[in-house]
Structure formats: C-alpha cells, structure tokens
C-alpha cells in the first residue's frame, strides 16, 4: 500500500468511479488510519501532561481547578477512546468489503459525507430517520 499512498496525495474519491473501488477504498484506509494516529498521539501527550502536573498545589482554589482540567482531560480521552473504537470498526469494513454501504438500507453512502465523516455507517436519510425516531422516544 506504500506506493498507492503518493498517487493519493492529491487524490478525492469521485462519484464519477466506481463505488468504493479499491482507490476509494484505500482513500479512506489511510484517512481513518492518519485520524487514529492523530488521536494516540494526543492521548500520549495528555497522559504525559496529567502525569507531570503536580496535584500537590498549596491553595484549595489551584488544586480544584487542576482536578476540574484533569477531569476534563480524562472525559475527552474517554470520548476520544470510543472514537477509536469507531474507526477499528470503519477500517474493519472496508477490509470485508462494506464500508461506505449503509447499515439500514445498504445503499451507497453519499462519499461527500464519508469524506467528512469517514465513520459514518447511515446514510443521510437513514441519520436523520435514527434521530426523529430519538426526538420522538426522548420527548415521551
């Protein structure tokens, strides 16, 4: 895949191709892969950050708000945790072949919204099926 990597430098996956052809399908491999990547290395950083902080501040208000950063810090990493947990599943579907389908019609997903959102698993009318049917069970 190393070699296919330059020809995608300048590369966005067309609905003038073939739907999820191994080009798109690469496409999105190595953008999901460069995201995760991203997202470790953040995590690192925190981790680091929250390790090196001391927790020992004199003033009752310093203290209290380092806890309140780290909590925050631990509650983004968490989000970002579950994150991952989306992207292995995408990068798993494009290796059995069903990424980009949606996962209530099966139709293709629109490849603008997988560019903005390469996790995406519904297609448009499908999301916006999920959250009226959300808006209506939340309202009950």
């Known amino acids: 895949m ?4 330059g020809s995608l430098n300048n ?4 609905g003038d191709e073939r739907f999820m052809s191994t080009r ?4 999105f491999r190595v953008k999901l ?8 290395r953040l995590t ?8 090196n902080e001391s927790s020992h501040h004199p003033d009752l208000a310093d203290r209290a708000t380092s806890e309140t950063v780290k909590a925050l810090e631990l509650r983004a990493r ?13 990068l798993s579907r494009i290796d059995q072949g069903t990424y980009g389908y949606c996962l209530e019609t ?16 519904l297609s448009v009318e499908a999301q916006e099926r999920h959250e009226q ?8």
């Open 78 to 90: 968490d989000r970002q945790r579950k994150l991952i947990s989306k992207i292995d599943a995408a």
């Open 106 to 121: 099966g139709d293709p997903i629109n490849l603008q919204r997988l560019d903005a959102r390469p996790i995406a698993t």
């Open 133 to 140: 049917r959300e808006r209506v069970y939340r309202d009950d």
């Open 33 to 40: 892969l460069a995201w995760r990547s991203e997202i470790l």
């Open 44 to 51: 690192r950083e925190t981790l680091v950050n929250l390790q």
């Open 2 to 5: 190393g070699r296919r990597n």
């Open 11 to 14: 590369y966005r996956p067309s």
């Open 24 to 27: 798109q399908r690469d496409y």
